[in-house]
Each structure stands twice: as structure tokens, then as C-alpha cells.
T-cell receptor, first 114, second 114 residues
């Protein structure tokens, strides 16, 4: 398996623009997670899905952020409009049993909003 | 109080020494505990998990768990320069919507010098 695949690897955008981050989980993994990592706040869970259904979105910072999982092999995280404080590394992770085996992370998307 | 706290570091040890990384957690209902390693510019990589009180060994790594004290640690024996990385402690909380969630500590930067 190719692991968790995220795209793009880097994104630089201007404030106010829409940004879409993409993730393909490992086949067979029923759980998908979106995390954000910054120096100040570390790794923060934004939202997670189980069987394509959002289970906990309490970490989504505000209405500018939205996430979807239309099928078992694809998820998006959208920021509209983007702001400089959204600059961070966004990780997608997947798991078939997180309590027992933790997650496998993708390589991340480094987002810079100028 | 943060949910998961790690010794602030950075931690510097000579090659061949034992590196000791510590983590405390606040949720007494936590069920499973993970250690991730993150190299600079890379994604977190799972290296150990532990569920039961006591020690769990895997090669040069030993995870220790004490649920009564709400404490988990990672020992790295015969430290190598390639072990230089940030080590993240992660804790899975009790049920409900937290079922799949891992809460991460801020990480401890470890440097192993030759």
C-alpha cells in the first residue's frame, strides 16, 4: 500500500482565497483524521470520520473550515476564505482501529497564507 | 492543565546513553498510549503503543505505563544520532465521540550527540 496520500505537499495562497487540501486514506481504514500542526499549538485534531461519517468536528476552528468524505477513499479539507493565521502543516491520518493501533499519517500539506 | 504534558526539553544525550522521555495525562479513563517519532519536516511515525500497566519492550525502545500515576514514559537504550527527533506522546481517551481520538502532547526534542 502507498500509505496515506495527501496533496498538494505545499500550498502558498493569498489571504481571502479558497484552499482545498486532499487526502486518500489507506485502503481498508475506516477512520480518517485531519490534524493541524503549528509550533505554538502542536498537533490539534480538527475533525475525524468513521465510515465516511463525521464523528467529531469540535476542533474545527470556525465556519471558514469544512471537511467532507464523499467516499471511503477520498476526503477534502477546505478553508474559505483563508487567513494568515491558518498557515500550518495539515496532516491527514487513517486507521482501522485507532484505540489499538494508533494512526498512520500522510506526509502533510504545508500551507502558507500571505 | 493540558490533557497531555511532556517534559519540555530539549533533551540532549551522548551516543550510547539512555534517553528518558516522560508524559503525564489528565483523563483517568484513558485506555491506550502511543509514542510517535517525528523527524524535522516529516510526519509523525508510530514507534510504540502500550495499554497495560508495566513495561513493553521493542528492540532498543521500552514504553512504561503507570495508570495510577497517570504517567507514561519511553526509554531509548544505546541512543544513536539517528534517534534525534521530536517524540510525541499520544493518548486515547474514553468512549463516545472520543473513541477514535488521540490527544497529542507538545513533544520533546531529543538530540543524540556523537
Amino acid at each position: 500500500d502507498a500509505g496515506v496520500i495527501q496533496s498538494p505537499r505545499h500550498e502558498v495562497t493569498e489571504m481571502g482565497q479558497e484552499v482545498t487540501l486532499r487526502c486518500k486514506p489507506i485502503s481498508g481504514h475506516d477512520y480518517l483524521f485531519w490534524y493541524r500542526q503549528t509550533m505554538m499549538r502542536g498537533l490539534e485534531l480538527l475533525i475525524y470520520f468513521n465510515n465516511n461519517v463525521p464523528i467529531d468536528d469540535s476542533g474545527m476552528p470556525e465556519d471558514r473550515f469544512s471537511a467532507k468524505m464523499p467516499n471511503a477513499s477520498f476526503s477534502t479539507l477546505k478553508i474559505q476564505p483563508s487567513e494568515p493565521r491558518d498557515s500550518a502543516v495539515y496532516f491527514c491520518a487513517s486507521s482501522f482501529e485507532p484505540r489499538a493501533y494508533g494512526y498512520t499519517f500522510g506526509s502533510g500539506t504545508r500551507l502558507t497564507v500571505v | 492543565q493540558k490533557e497531555v504534558e511532556q517534559n519540555s526539553g530539549p533533551l540532549s544525550v551522548p551516543e550510547g546513553a539512555i534517553a528518558s522521555l516522560n508524559c503525564t495525562y489528565s483523563d483517568r479513563g484513558s485506555q491506550s498510549f502511543f509514542w510517535y517519532r517525528q523527524y524535522s519536516g516529516k510526519s509523525p511515525e508510530l514507534i510504540m503503543f502500550i495499554y497495560s500497566n508495566g513495561d513493553k519492550e521493542d528492540g532498543r525502545f521500552t514504553a512504561q505505563l503507570n495508570k495510577a500515576s497517570q504517567y507514561v514514559s519511553l526509554l531509548i537504550r544505546d541512543s544513536q544520532p539517528s534517534d534525534s527527533a521530536t517524540y510525541l506522546c499520544a493518548v486515547n481517551n474514553a468512549g463516545g465521540t472520543s473513541y477514535g481520538k488521540l490527544t497529542f502532547g507538545q513533544g520533546t526534542i531529543l538530540t543524540v550527540h556523537p
